[in-house]
T-cell receptor, first 111, second 114 residues
Framework: NAGVTQTPKFQVLKTGQSMTLQCAQD?????MSWYRQDPGMGLRLIHY???????DQGEVPNGYNVSRSTTEDFPLRLLSAAPSQTSVYFC??????????FGPGTRLTVT | AQSVTQLDSQVPVFEEAPVELRCNYS??????LFWYVQYPNQGLQLLLK??????LVESINGFEAEFNKSQTSFHLRKPSVHISDTAEYFC????????????FGGGTRVLVKP
């Protein structure tokens, strides 16, 4: 199993540009989520999904969209990038009451 | 709503010395508790977890944490650290009844010095 994979590893955007961060898992996990990591703030939940076709907002959803058309994939879209979205983004998945498995992260810089 | 507080943002420690990382949480319901470790430029890996049963949980690399319900704490300890334990450690909590969303503390950066 590859586990949770994320692409790209690094990305630089200009303010106002849009892009999609990709996340995929091959463990048949129902639950997937996106977090952003900022210094001193731990990880904060952006959006999550409990299964294909079902998504919901987390703690910091503004400026981000998600969709879940398949069990495996959970892309995160930045609609119009802002410098405040400069962060490291992590995707995670889990099943049942087990722990969440995290991807390697995408480091995004918005100039 | 639940919250997690990690009282120390940085902990310098000498090799082979003990270390304790403090974690306190607040929640009005039963919780599951986790410690994750993040090595430099990597994602998060589960270190250990408390779901139920014995309040003392251990990891395979010598860390342990004790769930204290009365003090709402889940402190992480290791009796003798190695250089390779240099990393950032995150405490996290989720509701036991609806255990999907994780709430993280701000992280504690451990720097092990030779």
């Amino acid at each position: 199993n590859a586990g949770v994979t994320q692409t790209p590893k690094f990305q630089v955007l200009k303010t106002g540009q849009s892009m999609t961060l990709q996340c995929a898992q091959d463990m048949n996990h129902e639950y997937m989520s996106w977090y952003r990591q900022d210094p001193g703030m731990g990880l904060r939940l952006i959006h999550y999904s409990v299964g294909a076709g079902i998504t919901d907002q987390g703690e910091v959803p503004n400026g981000y969209n998600v969709s879940r058309s398949t069990t495996e994939d959970f892309p995160l879209r930045l609609l119009s990038a802002a410098p405040s979205q400069t962060s490291v983004y992590f995707c995670a998945s889990k099943t049942g009451h087990h722990e969440q498995y995290f991807g390697p992260g995408t480091r995004l810089t918005v100039t | 709503a639940q919250s997690v507080t990690q009282l120390d943002s940085q902990v310098p420690v000498f090799e082979e010395a003990p270390v304790e990382l403090r974690c306190n949480y607040s929640s009005s319901v039963s919780v599951y508790l986790f410690w994750y470790v993040q090595y430099p430029n990597q994602g998060l890996q589960l270190l250990l977890k408390y779901l139920s049963g014995s309040t003392l949980v251990e990891s395979i690399n010598g860390f342990e944490a004790e769930f204290n319900k009365s003090q709402t704490s889940f402190h992480l300890r290791k009796p003798s650290v190695h250089i390779s334990d240099t990393a950032e450690y995150f405490c996290a909590v989720s509701e036991a009844a609806a255990g999907n969303k994780l709430t993280f503390g701000g992280g504690t950066r451990v720097l092990v010095k030779p």
